[in-house]
């Protein structure tokens, strides 16, 4: 089965001539959930933007549902939905007008968008502030819309930028919940996160990035196998990275 999101060979970044991505590949399939890891600066973000289609890269592809974004674009950018880490609305739309702005932009059935309106503000506690204006939420409550935005159009691939920075307890279960429902759907998820036992007990698979490259892949249990045997991935995670920087020092 073709994965629905393909990354071969990419390397990529802002100049050519020092290129933050070096050769990454991996891949996610329909219903699959992959966590990206890495330090801060080891090329998480960029690796996201290159998806999205706002870097292109130097070398290498990404495909989408099994395009390139050159090759069509409409079905390329219809095919993900992408929730940032820090949320970003419109300040003149309450938060049911963002959602019926998405539905309409992703053009679902009007019936079929309400019910799964009416869905998610329940999932989310957010049945009271549906008419709310952004400036009148928390970052949590703000967090919550972004996520409603991207869960309500169900794409072939979701793409989440830490999740649960700014959520709440049940908020947290909620999402969780909620991406679980999705996966059942056949959505693939891309879900770049510090919190690593989070990832540790729902990521099917691991993708350990650092200074641009792919330092290990695979489940948790492999991605920790390949780090001594590591009882933790928080714990496989250090030692990978320390092992790496100590290769890398000058004269060694």
């Given at each position: 089965?073709?994965?629905?999101?393909?990354?071969?060979?990419?390397?990529g970044g802002y100049s050519r001539r020092k290129p933050v991505l070096h050769e990454v590949s991996f891949d996610v399939g329909a219903g699959e959930m992959l966590g990206l890891i890495g330090l801060n600066g080891a090329g998480k973000s960029t690796t996201i933007k290159h998806i999205l289609g706002l870097m292109m890269p130097h070398e290498g592809e990404v495909r989408i549902s099994?395009?390139?974004?050159?090759?069509?674009?409409?079905?390329?950018?219809?095919?993900?939905?992408?929730?940032?880490?820090?949320?970003?609305?419109?300040?003149?739309?309450?938060?049911?007008?963002?959602?019926?702005?998405?539905?309409?932009?992703?053009?679902?059935?009007?019936?079929?968008?309400?019910?799964?309106?009416?869905?998610?503000?329940?999932?989310?506690?957010?049945?009271?502030?549906?008419?709310?204006?952004?400036?009148?939420?928390?970052?949590?409550?703000?967090?919550?819309?972004?996520?409603?935005?991207?869960?309500?159009?169900?794409?072939?691939?979701?793409?989440?930028?830490?999740?649960?920075?700014?959520?709440?307890?049940?908020?947290?279960?909620?999402?969780?919940?909620?991406?679980?429902?999705?996966?059942?759907?056949?959505?693939?998820?891309?879900?770049?996160?510090?919190?690593?036992?989070?990832?540790?007990?729902?990521?099917?698979?691991?993708?350990?990035?650092?200074?641009?490259?792919?330092?290990?892949?695979?489940?948790?249990?492999?991605?920790?196998?390949?780090?001594?045997?590591?009882?933790?991935?928080?714990?496989?995670?250090?030692?990978?990275?320390?092992?790496?920087?100590?290769?890398?020092?000058?004269?060694?």
């Amino acid at each position: 089965m073709t994965p629905v999101l393909k990354i071969e060979r990419l390397t990529g970044g802002y100049s050519r001539r020092k290129p933050v991505l070096h050769e990454v590949s991996f891949d996610v399939g329909a219903g699959e959930m992959l966590g990206l890891i890495g330090l801060n600066g080891a090329g998480k973000s960029t690796t996201i933007k290159h998806i999205l289609g706002l870097m292109m890269p130097h070398e290498g592809e990404v495909r989408i549902s099994g395009v390139r974004l050159e090759e069509d674009r409409d079905k390329y950018r219809s095919s993900c939905a992408y929730v940032p880490e820090q949320p970003s609305l419109f300040p003149n739309l309450t938060v049911g007008e963002h959602l019926r702005w998405t539905a309409m932009a992703y053009g679902l059935d009007p019936g079929e968008a309400d019910r799964r309106t009416a869905r998610l503000s329940a999932t989310f506690r957010m049945d009271k502030a549906m008419n709310a204006l952004p400036d009148t939420l928390s970052k949590g409550m703000k967090q919550k819309v972004m996520l409603m935005n991207a869960l309500l159009v169900a794409p072939p691939l979701l793409i989440i930028d830490e999740p649960f920075l700014g959520l709440d307890p049940l908020a947290t279960r909620a999402l969780i919940d909620a991406l679980d429902d999705v996966r059942e759907q056949g959505t693939a998820i891309l879900l770049s996160s510090h919190i690593l036992p989070a990832l540790e007990r729902r990521a099917d698979r691991i993708v350990v990035l650092h200074q641009g490259r792919v330092l290990a892949a695979g489940t948790p249990d492999a991605v920790k196998a390949a780090a001594d045997g590591a009882d933790s991935l928080d714990d496989a995670f250090e030692t990978l990275v320390l092992s790496a920087e100590e290769r890398g020092k000058p004269g060694e």
